[in-house]
């Protein structure tokens, strides 16, 4: 590249592929911290309901007025945990992130289709995450509705203290966050189909491509109903129409004029996305482990093109069962039944990938570095995750654990949980080629007990929280004498995500130690096959010198009679067998 | 082979997360074995325990061989210097994933519908029985109107536009004669035992959702529309009603008092509150 660009067209308005996908992630890093502190407001008031803390009182006045947490701020608070969780962290660092990072590396392409349109997504990203944030500080406070926004508490801005300006904001960033996303997913879908290089056949792909594109695809056919569904809202809220809101309802004694609407359409049309989205999220990480586990394997992943057509059918499914979110709603019982059976459907493709992870491990040669524990670690919480979601997808099972703790328990496991190793597999496996540093093993491990162990108990014991009956969105449990003996659950399940926090002081501190101190790494540091580790690290503008040829799949570890145990794409068929 | 520069391989590692895994294994199956469920009080509900119970056993015996294989796959392969197994043949692929898969569908599906379809019909499709106790009710911000019909056995008639918060919550239309015994209470329900109950839901402003957790009864209030539920109490004692759909800030100490008690404390009950 020219010397002439300057330090902001080349880090800050870039439009390398590269520095926008570092972007991504460390702006949905910073975004992490925010929601993971919001997730330890929630555990401090669960753990201890009504117990004052005056220094948090003094650093928020609203909503802990003299240290004790008003039960509007706790629902501002788990809403905005969800939403930043969700759209901009998980979305902005595993998806778009890595989506961004890694896709074209792994294709041997020199970008992005469309490196301006890339920027912009960002950019606008960036300004959906600014806007969330604001929310908290205005009039009324951040939204309270829930993640999920369900009218009419969502449309009525006399419903709480959050429906007022505080959701106006949380549907503006929503319609930020989806421009945004959908210019990356386009992107992503449109560098895979025409920027592979020569040689890279669709079936040469490595999984975690494979993963990326078609979550893609599946976020670009979800989001647009969740779009329409955000716009209809804003016009309920500020232009009277009643796209959401019945004849006849009375807020604080009022009747309102509104007529005809229907607030069982915005679930339609918000799950008809969120669903999809959930798997948008858990594929990518999915396809980071399936890949991650040969590397640490030395032998090329169980089942290839299963995986592949099981990713497919996963998401196909995934497009016609958003229903089971709405067993109880007062929908038609038989649309009960259709949903329940074509949910439990996709235990067939789930299993047969979880089968291949397993299948990946099965006479290996297993190196426990920092990635594959992590990559072991999605295992046990996709196993986990799968089981609960047996339990949710079964409408009869369903009506006592709906909206209960399990359902917290199930999502946290998978699309936080799952996400969440994915993601940090990511970080420790891709951080030499993006800083051409090594993380430090030592604490990579010491992250990864301290992450693991107490993720899964809180999530784990969360499930049994909900199996006795305590519903989610609750400000206290300390109402409800059925509830007393959830108590001293909830105080070990706050103790433990406290220690769940503190763990990642660790990542924090190996991630920048890393940055500026790690060990020079070698270009290939993990003996990979992929064409990203064919470059340097980090790579040039452009990404390769020569673009590369490919002439085998992607899994090409010990092969027989060959001195070194893998074979890298590029290497041709004439030197090395190819094997698959 | 030349490995100079990977990452070490500890010994003391493969220990600790093989030993994790097996663990863990157990650790689910003790934990998740406890008796959980609040105790049961109701006909349907026993047939969703059966559906809870069938699933917990499948899944924590299912997790159990998971994670001990996990366990020993871990083992096996940290301590292996070569590669033993690298592919397997094409059709060993797809007969362990395909035959794997099919054993969750059959777990899965089987489950639905061997023992939770029956019990979805029986409780969606049966028709209220004559003799069911009929009640309406009411979710606003944040309690429970409950109207019962009184003696000539049907609900006077309501109006929206007649709904005033302190004098008449629900806009009873003094208009009509047959609303002028309804008994009206507010978070209180007294029902008879062993006698089906058949509730009219209705909603004033949020979604809001009745919840019994010892009954097994959730069903959600969306405005608008007004789902009915019939279900048949079969143990006396108190029970609490929560609410289960975020509805605002109270939603949390949205309770209501769901008294199951003998069809002569019930009569007298009822009785007592008409001459009120
Ligand atoms: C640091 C670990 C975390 C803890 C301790 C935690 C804890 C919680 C708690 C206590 C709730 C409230 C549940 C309720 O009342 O319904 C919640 C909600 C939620 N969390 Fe987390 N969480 C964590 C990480 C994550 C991650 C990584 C995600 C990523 C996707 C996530 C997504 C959500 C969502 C979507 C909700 C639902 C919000 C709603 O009900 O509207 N959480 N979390
Ligand atoms: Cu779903
Ligand atoms: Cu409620």
Sequence with gaps: MSHSDSFIRKYIFSTDHKIIGIQYILTGLAMALVGGTLAGLIRLQLGWPGLQWPLLGKLMPVGMPSGVMTPEFYMALVTMHGTIMVFFFMSFVLVSGFGNYVVPLQIGARDMAFPLLNMLSYWIGLLGAIVILLSFFVQGGAAAAGWTAYPPLSAVASAMPGSALGQTLWLLAMALFIASFTMSGLNIVATVLSLRAPGMSMMRMPLTVWSYFISAIMGLLAFPPLTAAAIMLLFDRHFDTSFFLPSGLIVAGKLLPNHGGSPLLWQHLFWFLGHPEVYVLILPALGIALDMLPVFSRKPVFGYRLSVYCLMIVAVLSMIVWGHHMFVSGMSPFSGEYFSISTMLITVPMTIIGVNMLGSLWGARITLATPMLFALGIIALFGVGGFGGLFLGNATADMQLHDTYFVVGHFHLMIGGVTLLGTFAGIYYWFPKMFGRQMSEALGKAHFWLTFLPFFTVFFMQHFVGLQGAPRRYYAFTTYEYLNRTHGQNVVISLVAFLLMAGQLVFALNFIWSLVAGRASERNPWHATTLEWETSSPPPHGNFVEIPTVHRWAYEYSVAGEALDYTPQTVPARQVAVTA | ?276
């Design chain 2, 1 to 276: 082979m030349t490995h100079s520069t990977s990452p070490k391989r500890g010994v003391l590692d493969v220990w600790l997360v093989s030993l994790m895994f097996l663990l863990l294994g157990a650790g689910i199956v003790l934990y998740g074995r406890r008796d959980w469920l609040p105790p049961l009080a109701s006909r349907h509900g026993a047939g969703i325990d059966d559906m809870l119970r069938y699933l917990l056993f499948t899944t924590g015996s299912l997790l159990f061989v998971a994670f001990t294989a996990l366990s020993w796959l871990v083992w096996a392969g940290g301590r292996r210097h070569v590669v033993t197994q690298r592919v397997a043949a094409a059709r060993t692929e797809v007969v362990v994933s395909l035959l794997l898969g099919m054993l969750m569908a059959a777990v899965a599906e089987g489950g639905v519908l061997a023992i939770g379809m029956p019990v979805w019909k029986e409780y969606f499709e049966a028709a209220a029985p004559p003799d069911a106790v009929q009640i309406d009710v009411t979710a606003q911000q944040f309690f429970w109107n409950v109207r019962y019909p009184g003696a000539d056995g049907v609900f006077g008639r309501v109006r929206n536009e007649l709904v005033d918060e302190a004098s008449n919550p629900v806009g009873l239309d003094s208009a009509d004669a047959r609303g002028a015994d309804d008994i009206y209470l507010v978070n209180q329900f007294i029902v008879p035992v062993d006698r089906p109950v058949h509730i009219r839901l209705h909603s004033k402003d949020m979604i809001h959702s009745f919840f019994l957790p010892h009954l097994r009864v959730k069903q959600d209030v969306i405005p608008g529309m007004t789902p009915e539920i019939t279900f048949v109490p079969t143990k006396e004692g108190t029970y609490e009603l929560a609410c289960a759909e975020l509805c605002g800030l109270g939603h949390y100490r949205m309770q209501g008092i769901f008294k199951v008690v003998a069809q002569r404390d019930y009569e007298r009950a009822l009785r007592e509150e008409a001459s009120k």
